[in-house]
């Protein structure tokens, strides 16, 4: 069998599985939309919830890039909250603003698994080169996610998000 068979093969399968996905999809808001349930109750203000919000709830059936929940997003964001009470001690919103900027760059460059330190150095060193003002083009340049900065930053084996 050629590759190009096998890849065929493969995509068979998984838009296979994708419409069995689907069809269960509607059968559980089939099953839901026929719960017959007490007025004010909870367990009715959950099957109109569930009815009312059927696209959003769906949205990862239709969207594979999509999680089933938020666990990553509340990871990511893990550290900014613990840090929040330091952010009690700057002295003007700029600084604060500044702080928050300082942990999404972190937190992005964890994302792309990137070796953090050496993705902050590369920052300092090529954003000085641009001056004051830098192009938009010259910003995209150095987001975690282009391959150049990927490739000089040298990724991390460890994904584990506890490391800053």
Not at 18 to 26: P, R, S
Request: net charge negative.
């Amino acid at each position: 069998m050629s590759k190009r068979d096998e890849v065929l093969k493969y995509m068979e399968k998984l838009c296979k599985i994708e419409k069995e996905l689907k069809e269960h999809n509607n059968d559980m808001f089939a099953y839901i939309s026929k719960i017959s349930a007490k007025q004010g109750s909870k367990l009715a203000d959950a099957v109109n919830y569930a009815l009312n919000h059927k696209s959003e709830l769906a949205t990862y059936l239709n969207h594979p890039e999509a999680d089933i929940d938020n666990n990553r997003a509340e990871r990511a964001i893990r550290h900014f909250t613990i840090a929040q009470k330091n952010f009690l001690f700057c002295d003007t919103e700029r600084g604060a603003e500044a702080s928050a900027m300082v942990f999404t760059i972190i937190e992005c460059a964890k994302l792309n698994n990137l070796d953090v330190f050496k993705y902050l150095k590369y920052l300092f060193e090529t954003l000085q080169k641009f001056g004051y003002a830098p192009t938009d083009e010259q910003i995209k340049s150095v987001l975690a996610w282009v391959e150049s900065v990927q490739n000089y930053c040298g990724a991390k084996c460890s994904t584990n998000s506890d490391e800053v």
